[in-house]
């Protein structure tokens, strides 16, 4: 059966460069589980191929985790509320 790609998942396949140093050592595809805007950073997770795979890495795309460390904060290091 082959594999199917899921929403959130990554595949990074290792490419044969065949004499060109300068080609990408991996290149892959991500399936994005939502729409993204331009600038957003996206959390990613990547695991080692298993052995007799095709894929040298496969991976998961998740929303990013907003630490409190991450939040705004006013002049005073508090965090800043929402205006509106």
Do not use: C
């Amino acid at each position: 059966m082959p594999y199917e790609p899921k929403a959130g998942h990554i595949s990074i396949f290792e490419n044969e460069k065949m004499g060109r140093e300068s080609a990408p050592d991996h290149s892959g595809y991500f399936i994005a589980h939502r729409d993204i805007k331009a600038g957003e950073k996206i959390a990613i997770n990547l695991w080692a191929g298993r052995l007799n795979s095709l894929r040298s890495f496969s991976g998961r795309v998740s929303d990013m985790q907003l630490r409190k460390t991450d939040m705004p904060l006013d002049l005073f290091g508090n965090p800043s509320k929402p205006v509106g």
